[in-house]
């Protein structure tokens, strides 16, 4: 039997169901835990899954719903991080059985943060809260590098960001996407062979190219198709007040 590849897109802003039918509403990309599930659900569950992300993030909890299902699937799931990783959607990207990270991509980790109110004592209790889903946060980030989670939770509080390279030793990710320019090219032939620097040169730009030609078309998807739809953003938003 043919194995198919389901293709799963983390990108925008990771939310919560309810809110990712507000995203859609007005075209807005979103991440959300029942679109992954219903990629996921569909076909057979030995599909293998491709994961790409190009996110900065967003609800740490729809994150984790995301991480988990992609864990428990029965599928290899691979992940491409295609531009960059961050918060939230550094955890979904430790989900691959394998991770591939361009080598223009970064991931970005930091504590998680709240915007709330209250006493003294709502505060107090906030910290720990805020503390224990940090714990969460670099549980997965150990369970695949294998680091520490002191030194994980140090990283974090420094928000650091991390490139390809590093990426891979520390091991956030397994490899470098595209071609490795620097590895030796053996041939049997009388034709001169293209080396590997230009055909990675060339994989760069048409990668570039794909991801500039993505963000035109999504950004003409994203615009409201009528008036009425864009007046009422802009009143949610509370950038105007509602005639």
Sequence with gaps: MKILTKTIDIKGTVVDDETAAFYSFFGIPSASP????????????DDDVEVNVASNGGDVF??????????????NVTVNIQGLAASAASVIAMAGN??????TAQLMIHQ???YGGGNKDDLAHEINVLDGIDKSIASAYESKTGMP?????????????????????KGFADEIMFVDEKQAAFSNATANVVPKSAVN???NLLNKSEKTEKLENTTNESQPTD???QSKLAILLGKEKEK
């Design 34 to 45: 029942s679109a992954v599930a219903q990629i996921l659900n569909d076909g057979d569950d």
């Design 62 to 75: 729809s994150a984790s719903e995301i991480y988990t299902m992609l864990r428990q699937s029965k599928a």
């Design 98 to 103: 394998k991770v591939n990270i361009s080598p």
């Design 112 to 114: 998680a943060a709240s």
């Design 149 to 169: 989670q002191g030194d994980l939770l140090k990283m974090m509080a420094q928000e650091t960001w991390i490139g390809a390279q590093e990426a891979v030793d």
């Design 201 to 203: 040169k060339l994989l």
């Design 227 to 229: 008036a009425l739809k």
